[in-house]
């Protein structure tokens, strides 16, 4: 994928919980295009895996985007050894913990939104940041979730995380567009990831949900590859403060 542009020779991508799934896929198509890609993720095995399965391009950190101190480091380290940053995709994430409301404690609710939301905030807000020094633009993409089309029985972690970024997104896009860069978020369906295992596992969800996927099939990590490539080239110059679905129709059913 030389030339054109779809071409990310030269571009510095991160993708946060970039070591599977959704992240993963990113990572590999983004790598594919061209682009040199940093995985951050909190499991040094897993990390070194995704890294080793996409090639010379790509390089990982051990990250919690659930610290702040840990983000903003990273993300310096990340500008320092590249001498740039063009796209960040701020992809990382817990599972809904799905427990009853009357049963979510505070405690349960802020485990989920450390991560999904103030973690996916403060990586934002530090990609930005760097952008905005180094004057070159760049593309902000946040992983929200179908579910804030719906509502999701004991997801209210979750969903009011994944809500959340579809928001913070929509102000990302009218602030920072004097400075070249743009803001999207994704709104994926079901998809195979670690998030989704014990749900695929049971057969019961499976025997519900199934039906109304028109695509007839789960998505998979190399269903996001080709939008995170266009949400990162030049393509997408125009593109910005919207939510994509990507869903394979379930919610058109």
Not at 1 to 13: E, K, N, P
Not at 20 to 35: F, N, T
Not at 54 to 80: F, K, N, P, S
Not at 141 to 150: F, I, Q
Request: include cysteine; hydrophobic fraction near 45%.
């Amino acid at each position: 994928m030389s030339g054109g542009r779809f071409d990310l020779t030269g571009h510095v991508a991160l993708v946060t919980g970039g070591n599977s799934g959704i992240g993963l896929g990113m990572a590999r198509g983004l790598a594919e295009a061209g682009a040199r890609v940093c995985i951050w993720g909190t499991n040094a095995e897993r990390n070194a895996e995704a890294a080793e399965s996409i090639g010379a391009l790509a390089t990982a950190m051990r990250v919690d985007v659930g610290d702040e101190a840990q983000v903003t480091e990273g993300l310096r380290e990340v500008v320092g050894s590249h001498g740039r940053l063009d796209s960040c995709f701020a992809n990382a994430g817990l599972p809904s913990g799905r427990k009853p409301l009357v049963e979510t404690s505070l405690a349960d609710f802020r485990h989920i939104t450390r991560v999904n939301l103030d973690g996916a905030f403060v990586t934002l807000r530090e990609a930005a940041r760097h952008m905005i020094e180094l004057g070159n633009g760049g593309s902000l993409v946040a992983t929200s979730s179908l579910s804030v089309l719906m509502g999701q029985a004991g997801g209210y972690a979750y969903t009011a995380s994944k809500g959340g970024l579809v928001t913070i997104v929509k102000a990302l896009a009218v602030e920072l567009a004097r400075y070249g860069i743009r803001a999207n978020a994704l709104l994926p369906g079901w998809t195979e990831a670690g998030i989704t295992t014990d749900a695929f596992a049971n057969p019961t969800f499976v025997r519900n949900v199934m039906p109304r996927m028109p695509v007839r099939r789960w998505g998979t990590g190399d269903d996001y590859a080709g939008i995170a490539v266009y949400l990162a080239s030049s393509a997408s110059s125009f593109h910005t403060g919207d939510s994509i679905l990507i869903d394979g129709g379930y919610a058109a059913f």
